[in-house]
């Protein structure tokens, strides 16, 4: 009951959020470059909520849909052009909801122009373009910009908890699913348009961020990749995609990932983390000389995603007591074997040991929103989550080596360059 309670409480607070502090005299100033849809829950409303935050200024490449977007909003600033809102030096962040293909070049374009920038994942199109951004002399400097991908999920306790749990030498296996359905997405959408980078391996590029982040350590070998493609002109673009991977001392990993499934698949394991480790030795000083106690876990995630509406953290570990063996070969005799079960769930800070302020209906973006000012402004993050320029170009090689194998062409490369 307490947690249909929670549930409709935070539901409640997400869509009627209490009224925001005053803002601070010097609150950064953000522009959002495009009247995208994912503007609003991913930084406007955050804003509302944060005291050192005020979304000053929106550019289109329209001024009619910039204004209509800053009157609903209530964004005091409009510009007709993303250059003219970067020329603007009241302005001290950019947000960057572009079509994937257009990241390098704007987030360079604001980094030039002496902006933080928060970036949408993707960070870029491909590998090419993350190194030839992420090592670019501009971020370089110790009062170099911040610049950050928008890997919202990893900054909210709840990942940072999950992974607590892992013992990430004894991964045996882990497996991503992101089934997104296809009535969110439609036909005519950015995501088909290989020209603009294109397709699910990179929309839903969070699995390979997800594996990457539960290995702490980069693939091998991406050993199989299967996709569904859209239908011409859209061939190029996958729609679905199903890969397995080899990580480091035997560890294997899957990903599956659809832009087409159906809202009984979201919610029935579609967007689930699941980590398999092998047996382990784990110390325990009240056994005789000659036993050993073994610990087989497996934990899982239900919604990394979205985990301020509802998520569980489960941690399930099969203990046995058995003799140790001569020279470590083989298995010794049994003698018990017992599992115990555990949920965690950490919708704040405070849930998940971390000191900071916080609210349980408090989104990712909102979590990622005081991740990049604390960055800003020299302060601690929480969890201590960042994803910096060295990871943002490890998913791009990863979603890379993914192509590589299912046979579709890398994201086309930008001719854009700073002069
Ligand atoms: N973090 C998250 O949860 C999510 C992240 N995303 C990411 O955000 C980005 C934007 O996604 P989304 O909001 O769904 O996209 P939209 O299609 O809603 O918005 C894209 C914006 O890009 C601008 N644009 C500039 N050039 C083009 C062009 N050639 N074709 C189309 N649009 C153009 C448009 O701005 P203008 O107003 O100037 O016309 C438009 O507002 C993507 O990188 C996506 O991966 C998306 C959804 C969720
Ligand atoms: O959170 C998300 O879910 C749906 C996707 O299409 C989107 O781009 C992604 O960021």
Same mark, same amino acid.
């Given at each position: 009951?307490?947690?249909? /309670? ?66 609903? #909003?209530? @964004? ?17 962040? !950019? ?42 002399? @501009? ?9 950050? %991908? ?13 992974t607590s749990f892992l013992d990430r030498p004894n991964i045996a296996h882990a497996k991503v699913n992101m089934m997104i359905p296809k009535v969110?997405i439609g036909d005519n959408n950015i995501r088909w348009e290989y020209s603009l980078a294109g397709g699910a391996l990179m929309d839903l590029c ?34 679905? /995609? ?29 967007? !689930?983390?699941?980590?398999? #480790? ?13 036993? %050993?106690?073994? *610990? ?24 046995? @007591? *058995? ?5 470590? %070969? ?48 020299? *302060? ?18 990863? @979603? ?16 854009? *360059?700073?002069?």
């Amino acid at each position: 009951m307490a947690g249909v /309670f929670g549930f409709a409480q935070r539901f409640w607070q997400i869509v009627s959020p209490p009224t925001g502090p005053p803002k601070n005299p010097d609150a950064l100033k953000f522009g959002i470059l495009g009247a995208a849809n994912i503007a609003p829950p991913a930084i406007i409303v955050p804003a509302q909520q944060h005291g050192d935050v005020i979304i000053q200024a929106v550019a289109a490449r329209n001024k009619d849909r910039a204004a209509a977007f800053a009157k609903k #909003h209530g @964004i005091p600033q409009v510009f007709d052009s993303y250059d003219a809102l970067l020329a603007d030096p009241s302005i001290d962040c !950019v947000f960057i909801p572009l079509p994937n293909g257009l990241h390098y070049e704007w987030a360079l374009k604001a980094l030039a122009a002496g902006k933080h920038v928060l970036c949408e994942k993707p960070s870029v199109s491909n590998t090419t373009e993350a190194e030839l951004l992420f090592r670019h002399p @501009i971020l370089q400097n110790a009062d170099s910009p911040v610049m950050l %991908e928008a890997f919202h999920y990893r900054f909210h306790p709840a990942w940072t908890v999950f992974t607590s749990f892992l013992d990430r030498p004894n991964i045996a296996h882990a497996k991503v699913n992101m089934m997104i359905p296809k009535v969110i997405i439609g036909d005519n959408n950015i995501r088909w348009e290989y020209s603009l980078a294109g397709g699910a391996l990179m929309d839903l590029c969070y699995t390979s961020s997800v594996l990457r982040g539960v290995f702490g350590k980069e693939p091998e070998e991406c050993t199989s990749c299967e996709v569904k493609t859209q239908p011409e002109p859209q061939q190029l673009c996958d729609n679905t /995609f199903d890969a397995t991977w080899k990580f480091p001392g035997g560890a294997t990993a899957e990903m599956h990932g659809t832009l087409v499934g159906s809202i009984a698949q979201m919610i029935n394991g579609g967007l !689930v983390c699941e980590v398999m #480790h092998r047996p382990t030795v784990v110390a325990d000083d009240s056994l005789p000389a000659d036993q %050993e106690k073994v *610990r087989t876990r497996k934990v899982r995630t239900n919604n990394f995603l979205f985990p301020t509406l509802y998520h569980r953290i489960d941690v399930e570990d099969t203990f046995v @007591i *058995r003799k140790k063996t001569a020279g470590g %070969e083989g298995t010794g005799e049994l003698i018990k074997t017992w599992k115990t079960k555990e949920s965690k769930k950490a919708y704040t800070f405070g849930e998940g040991g971390f000191e900071g302020e916080s609210q349980p209906y408090w989104l990712t973006y909102r979590y990622q929103l005081d991740a990049f000012v604390d960055r800003i402004r020299g *302060r601690n993050i929480p969890t201590g989550a960042w994803v910096d320029g060295e990871d943002s170009i490890k998913t791009m090689k990863m @979603i890379d080596m993914a192509y590589g194998k299912c046979g579709l062409p890398l994201r086309p490369t930008s001719s854009f *360059r700073l002069a």
